[in-house]
């Protein structure tokens, strides 16, 4: 069998091999091939614009020099990939830990100066299954523990020392975050939405807002998976006095009216606040 590799990659061969429906004889020799000639192959994939159906076989570079599948690839920033999230970015802010993440990142080999090349790039890469994991339930924990994040930088801003609970703590009461304020102690819940998204508020935390609104609150953090996340600060002010036995299903419509303050994480991610 004849190798495919870089020295054979010119456009006749190239437009030969597709145009005669051989990319069977490189899905079989892709492994084998030496990772230039892999990533001249990747390049006339994009260029020639084949379909991504047939490209199942493809695998692409990690920032390790690993090669796998693209669907366990994350983008990194210089790919610019909004509007999904920048979870390097993210990482670098410190609204999320390295530990949150288990994907790998592209490595930024494709990654263009030019915008629009930058983008066709993004396009053809998000094609093959790049980015696929952050599915709805990754966006939805990596929102939860951005919004932490924020919660807990907020509380240090303000001159406070909170610490997180652990997960099984955490279930148990009901709150994430305990926060000491002299010989008192605030109990937090953090909520992070990607976007203005309604809340769910469980009964015990429902009923803990109108019983006790100096000392249990909850944080509602939106668009938590942007560089500069909206806190929200809900402690039970003005809220009606229902006695819920389901969970309860908030429109923002609705929970921003009885919030007691909104700011943006840029306005005290670096500096200390008066305390609320």
Known sequence: MEQLDVKLLTDDVVKQIIQS????????QWGSLADQAKIEWIRYFKQRRVDPK?????????TRGEWGSPDGLLFPSKY???PEPDVEK????G??????????????MFASSNPSELSTWRSFLTSLGVGSALNQNMRARLAKRAATKVALRYEAACGFSARELPESESDIEGYDIRSERGSTFARIEAKGRTSNEEITI????????????QSYSVYV??????????????????MSNNDADFSLRVQPSSWKKVCKSS?????????TLTNP
């Open 95 to 108: 609204l999320l830990d390295p530990a949150d993440i288990t994907q790998l990142y592209l490595d930024p």
């Open 263 to 271: 700011q943006r994480f840029s306005a005290f991610s670096a500096k």
């Open 21 to 28: 429906k051989q990319l069977p004889t490189i899905r079989e």
């Open 54 to 62: 047939t490209l199942q076989f493809v695998t692409l570079p990690n």
């Open 80 to 82: 610019h990939p909004e």
């Open 221 to 238: 953090v939106t668009h938590a998976l942007t560089a500069d996340p909206l806190l929200h600060i809900l402690d039970g002010v003005g």
């Open 90 to 93: 993210l990482v670098e802010l």
């Open 202 to 213: 469980t009964p015990n935390q429902w009923k803990a807002l109108l019983r006790d609104p």
